[in-house]
DNA sequence: CTGCGTAGCTCG
DNA sequence: GTACGAGCTACGCAGG
């Protein structure tokens, strides 16, 4: 039966559902069936948890759902069972009703099963749609509308019959979803990647709650400065068409008689730098037509590049940082003032992505980054990050003695590489101050980092090599970055992998296993799987085999160093809220995880926060070979 | 004017 | 044909 607990009535009766007069009856249902499974919603006036509102919580179990009209009543009476460990809540997207639940009540779920999040993990990498529409037809064979959901936009009165029926059966269905579910994860040894994610959601939750500040002056101030370079390398390119014969076709003759323009600064030009088809005209006046792409890779790697194409390189620069990160940023700020990114949970490797805005791939470059920051005197940031995350996991896989061993001792991973593999070149092209000679206390060799321009050089292949592994790389791909021929790339590789056979054995173990089976395995115990859908065309697609071969190599160092961070979000969740302590989650990039704590608790946090990280690392890398930096700052940084 | 795909850029 | 995983913005084209 269906029970609504609300002042506003309909007229007419009805067989599906009954008015009841207090919360108590809810309450005294719950007390004397103690599920240990209930499930929860809520129907909103819109997406936004800091402007819309919520309308309706349900809560209930197969038998009996309760509708709460939340215009009237209060749900903090219901803490007891949302915060409770022992009772497993059943929702479908728990993230989007959490921000409610907690906007409304100050009450953050715990012990969640995500419906959503079942279904991606499930199948993970095929990329379907997870919506509850789409699921209930594919695990219940049974057919649902939701469209009864936009009725509650901007809904007055009394609840209609079918936002009641509407509002239980967003009960039932993830109820009867998480029943066929639960066999489904145990058959594909799938339970500890949905009980990581579930826990993991409530994190991603909480930072879309907490939400980030920026400093509007300050970004304002930057986003001025690139302005005014990119005029500055517009002038040149247009002085350049001006001045030169050679451009003399693309020249204005008309020029702009403006009596308001001060005579030297009236262009000869009239050139839309944005638009791509006459900048490749006047270009392909330089290269004969032979020019076919404007990106930087390809003018990157022309030849003794006339100052017209290097300005063009910088001005195409500074106008994607204008434009993706110049004034409109500040047109993501929320009513509070503050950014509120939104997660996608679940993708093909088991990393996040972000967006609206994706703070993920705001310029590295720390005077962007510094412009988020906390405007209350009395918190500042404390962040970590894995030092080496990717290449720590690769060394762990391997289980190659060098790269450990260098891992281990904090030396400089690429140069000892480099060392190894180049020999007597190497050791040929040391300078007199060589920071990878220095001696060490122990005696040896620091192999460090060091400024030695042949060292440089060699350093930077091998370091491609070493980043390139994790993709799966080819010698045309490294031909491509390195700007060498193919068989000088080949050459290096195979250089590369007779001083590392390991770590050749390991990829290919992974991209053969990949190509067998047609899915692939993060490490133990996380065990994420991802389904390569397009497995059954191998034989008749050739390039298939070669995509299902990378992917098969990426996916266990991509996917595990992502099931690190989340387990690590989970921790630090976990202890923030057991020991109230004065930290907020604010923002997570791949390998990093950033927090704001109360100043006088900053130092404590701080080795806190570098313990959860590594105990994090450790259910994957138990010698404790990756290590967490923790820096505490004014601001948000790389 | 609006929708959609592509190119090219940003991040790890 | 040739490096893994993402999202955002502008352009350029198609259609009303």
Redesign the pocket.
Known sequence: MIYVLTPERNAIPSNEYQYIDSIEFIHSYLFEHQPSRIAVDTETTGLDFIDDKMVMFQIGDLDNQFIVDTRYHKIDSFRMYLEDTDITKVLQNAKFDYKFIKQASGIELDKVFDTMLADKVINGGKEMPSGMDELAPRYLNEWISKSAQKSFLKHRGPFTEEQIIYGAKDLIIPLRLCEVMIPMLKEKDLTYTASLEFAACLAFADIEFNGIEVDKELWLKRADQTLEDLKTCETEMNTIIETDPFFKEFQDPDKQLDLWIPDDQISYVNIDW????PVLEIFNKIYHGELT?????VLGTLEHRPPLIRAFMKY??LK??Y??YGP?MLDKLKSDGKIHTHF?QV???G?V??????M??????NSFRNCFVCSDPDWVFVSSDYSSQELCVIATLAKDPVWIAALEQGKDLHSVCAALVFGKKWENAAEPDCAFYKLGEDGGYENKKCECPGHKTLRSGVK?IN??LA????E???S??LGISVPEARELIETYFKTFPSIRATLQKFGDYGKRHGYIMTMPPFKRKRYFPKHKYIGED??IS??IE??SK?TPI?GSSADMVKLALVKIRKYIKRDQVPVKLVMT???QVDTIAHVDYADTWRDKLTELMEDAAKTIITNGLLKAETEVSRAWK?
């Open positions: 944005n638009s791509r088809k792409s404007l990106s930087k890779d195409k620069k994607k940082l434009d993706s409109s996608s993708l093909t490797t990393r992505s972000n967006s609206k805005p994706n993920q791939q705001i310029p590295a470059d491609s980043f390139g993709y799966g790389m080819s045309y791909a490294l491509d970055t050739s390039s070669g995509q990378r992917a990426n991509q990039v791949h390998d790389k």
